[in-house]
């Protein structure tokens, strides 16, 4: 569960049970990522760019998760705002922020920068599990302890064999209220 805000500044989406969770033999999501290795440990890659608007309150809604086992890695594309201010900052806060410097000296735009997360969360973590997230979303409190549960379900089901786990979403406006309100 979840809350994406899409690019237009009047109104977000709220993603439900997990948009975007696959298994390390699998096709990457899009929206966060969860490694799983000898213990059940949780990696959520953040792609970052001009985002302080809402980012930190994203990054809170992390830290806020029932299930506390995972390490965030975030990559910032070279923002020209305040988002990497914020991200040092939370980073202090918390020991499982992770802010990837890569030295790359130009944008790489989304789908690049969630690659080079993903590559970068392969070599260093070698999860079994990954997941990504929006720096616009706000997660429902239990949003990574019902992917995990979905994939262990699946897997029970299927075995060991990729996959995709992906969720309905809601669209929200600014102050998180749904915009589509079913009569």
Excluded at 46 to 71: D, H, M, P, R, V
Excluded at 168 to 178: A, D, K, S
Aim: net charge negative; hydrophobic share 35%.
């Amino acid at each position: 569960p979840a809350v994406s805000r899409p690019s237009k500044p009047d109104h977000r989406v709220r993603p439900g049970d997990g948009l975007g969770a696959c298994s390390k033999k699998g096709v990457y999501g899009w929206r966060l990522t969860i490694m799983l290795k000898n213990n059940i440990k949780i990696c959520i890659l953040l792609a970052a760019y001009n985002g302080e608007q809402f980012i930190e309150q994203q990054i809170n809604s992390i830290l806020g998760q029932t299930f506390k086992e995972w390490k965030l890695l975030v990559r910032d594309d070279h923002s020209d705002d305040g988002t990497l201010n914020i991200l040092k900052s939370m980073k202090e806060r918390d020991n499982r922020i992770e802010i990837l410097c890569d030295g790359e000296e130009k944008r790489l735009g989304a789908f690049n920068n969630f690659g080079r997360l993903s590559e970068y969360a392969w070599k260093q973590y070698n999860p079994d599990y990954i997941l990504y997230s929006d720096q616009d979303d706000v997660w429902f409190e239990n949003k990574i302890e019902v992917l995990i549960k979905s994939i262990k379900t699946h897997e029970d089901e299927i075995g060991y064999k990729p996959i995709l786990v992906h969720s309905n979403y809601q669209i929200v406006n600014q102050n998180l209220e749904n915009l589509f309100i079913e009569k």
